[in-house]
């Protein structure tokens, strides 16, 4: 395997330790949704950049991919 897919190999799997810690660690907290959102959102950017090629891709898709995924963010955290 090619260093880049270790190095999000590994980045996946500590974000995924991480989020499995805060949940079982902070048990009712308001910091707590907010947070496990953005190192899902983390996981979802480094999926899509890395494995779908969208790191190759035209700057537009690049831009629509991350500002929907912004503008998902706000919306479910901020309804919440």
């Not at 395997?1 to 500590?14: E, G, H, R, Y």
């Not at 989020?19 to 899509?48: C, E, Q, W």
């Not at 537009?60 to 955290?77: A, C, M, Y």
Request: glycine share 2%; charged share 10%.
């Amino acid at each position: 395997m090619k260093k880049p897919l270790n190095l999000t190999f590994v980045l996946l799997i500590l974000f995924t330790f991480t989020t499995a810690y805060i949940a079982d660690a902070f048990a009712v907290s308001t910091f707590v949704g907010p947070l496990i959102m953005v190192l899902a959102a983390f996981k979802f950017l480094l999926v899509a950049f890395q494995f779908m090629e969208l790191k190759k891709a035209h700057l537009f898709w690049k831009t629509s991919i991350i500002l929907t995924l912004v503008l998902l963010l706000v919306l479910i955290v901020g309804l919440k």
